[in-house]
């Protein structure tokens, strides 16, 4: 889901991956986090397209992409870069 409201953010968990359309790395991730989405109905996943939206990029630090980053009611609670597997996406939503 892309964020058309940034306030969304700000209560619940939530898991952003920031990524670009060229981004190879990013092509793989998007399945695996899109069925992370669709097995966990209590984390809401967002999707930023850092080329439409870089000023949030800028926001949150991201350097490199594909880049996820983790919060409950609006305060990071952890980040992961690059291509990762669905464990590594449970035990950053998790920890």
């Known amino acids: 889901m892309t964020i058309t409201d940034k ?6 968990k939530v898991l952003v991956e ?7 790395p990013c092509k793989t991730l998007k399945p ?6 669709n097995e966990n ?14 000023e949030m990029a800028s926001a949150f630090g991201v350097r490199s ?5 983790y919060m409950e009611d609006g305060e990071v609670k952890g980040r992961k870069v690059g291509v990762v597997p669905p464990a590594v996406i449970e035990e950053l939503v998790n920890s």
């Open 7 to 12: 306030s969304e953010l700000k209560t619940g």
């Open 65 to 69: 992409i594909p880049t996820m980053v």
């Open 32 to 37: 695996v986090v899109e069925t992370f989405s």
């Open 18 to 24: 920031f990524w670009a359309e060229w981004c190879g």
């Open 41 to 54: 109905d209590n984390v809401k996943v967002y999707f930023c397209n850092v080329d439409d939206d870089s």
